[in-house]
């Protein structure tokens, strides 16, 4: 592993150099574990997924259904507002551009943001835009493993910067939902858990949008 054969000074001096490293942050090797309150259950058997509001169709999937859903891998790198990055990191999971490309999703034409509900009433909001994008994923693997669940087993949102993809808007790490169990397609936007306690809304790394005022 590159992680073992470089130190962490070196590996963020790469980084730096090749401009992966976003202003405030610092490269770490690990991966930090950040969430309020509890880390709920999993069972297989009551587990549902809910797409509802501005949608034409709504649906609900079991964990067998949603993992019959047509999957993707990306390599991301993930910034937190707490200061840390991590590099290349790889996950599996669900687009939500294939899903409404495929007609899985049918979103009307006036949804303009999405909120993810997760586990305990936490929520996150992205604008749609950024939903559809490369950089969003709602992912049920990390490095080839089911996601911890300290990380957000069985299912979480997903958001970072995939090198060379300039084009790509790239947020703080927290608007990707642990233990995400819906997804609300909504015309006007509402701020989600974080983003009430202070967190910008929009929360663009590069532009280090950490906090509202
Ligand atoms: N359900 C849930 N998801 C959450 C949070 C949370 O409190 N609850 N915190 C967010 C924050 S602030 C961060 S930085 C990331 C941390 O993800 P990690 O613990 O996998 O590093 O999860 C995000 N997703
Ligand atoms: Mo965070």
């Known amino acids: 592993m590159i992680n073992n054969l ?8 790469r980084m730096r150099l090749e401009g992966r490293l976003p202003p405030g942050q610092s490269l770490t090797q690990k991966f930090p574990v950040l969430h309020y309150g509890p880390v709920p259950r999993f069972d297989p058997a009551t587990w549902d997924f809910r797409v509802y509001g501005d949608v ?5 999937w079991t964990w067998d259904e949603f993992n019959k859903l047509p999957r993707t ?7 937190c507002v707490t200061r840390w990055s991590k590099f290349d990191t790889e ?5 939500i551009s294939t899903l409404i490309d495929e007609g899985f999703i049918k979103p009307k034409p006036d949804a303009k943001y999405i909120i993810q509900h997760a586990e305990y009433g936490f929520t996150a909001n992205v604008p749609l835009e950024l939903a559809r994008s490369d950089n969003f994923l709602l992912a049920t693997h990390f490095e080839g493993q089911p996601i911890t669940p300290d990380h957000g087993y069985p299912l979480r949102g997903i958001v970072g910067n995939i090198p060379q993809r300039d084009d790509l808007k790239v947020v703080y790490f927290w608007k990707g939902a642990k233990w995400v169990r819906a997804l609300e397609f909504r015309s006007d936007d509402k701020l989600g ?9 929009e929360a663009d790394v590069w532009k280090e949008q950490r906090f509202a005022r």
Do not use: C, L, P
Request: aromatic share 18%; net charge negative.
């Open 91 to 95: 996950w599996e999971g669900v687009y």
């Open 6 to 13: 470089f130190g962490r000074r070196e590996e963020e001096s």
């Open 193 to 201: 858990f974080w983003e009430q306690a202070g967190y910008h809304n």
């Open 56 to 60: 034409e169709e709504e649906v609900t």
């Open 73 to 79: 891998k990306v390599k991301m790198d993930i910034h």
